[in-house]
């Protein structure tokens, strides 16, 4: 599946973004959907996932209860909401797809096979 990833932006610490991956074609033709981050001279680190066949999602510790994956059928797009944003969280945001090896947390890079293009998420503090 290719995979396009937007929303992005420069705010301020406390403030809000959606960020959306967007799915070629008609349907998400994948199992699972993830967002992953990469901080400058950092590595790509897991975000959240969900499982598109029953809506189990996962989420990194640090952002659980302020980000929240979900989907929208109707547009073919998956959306990460990001509450209360910190300077930490000031990464490239990458959205993945096309889970190989089942559902087991904690996920890695090489767990997917589809890419989409990253998106700047800038918190000034």
């Known amino acids: 599946v290719q995979l396009q990833a937007s929303g992005g932006g420069l705010v301020q610490a406390g403030d809000s973004l959606r960020l959306s991956c967007a799915a070629s074609?008609?349907?998400?033709?994948?199992?699972?959907v993830a967002w992953f981050r990469q901080g400058p001279g950092q590595e790509r680190d897991f975000v959240a996932l969900?499982?598109?066949?029953?809506?189990?999602?996962f989420y990194e510790d640090s952002v659980k209860g302020r980000f929240a994956i979900s989907r929208a059928d109707a547009d073919n797009t998956v959306y990460l909401q990001m509450n209360s944003l910190k300077p930490e969280d000031t990464a490239v945001y990458y959205c993945?797809?096309?889970?190989?090896?089942?559902?087991?947390?904690?996920?890695?890079?090489?767990?997917?096979?589809?890419w989409g293009q990253g998106t700047q998420v800038t918190v000034s503090s």
């Open positions: 969900i499982h598109l066949n029953d809506g189990v999602t």
């Open positions: 993945a797809a096309d889970l190989v090896g089942g559902l087991h947390y904690p996920f890695l890079q090489s767990d997917f096979r589809s």
């Open positions: 074609g008609r349907t998400f033709s994948t199992n699972a």
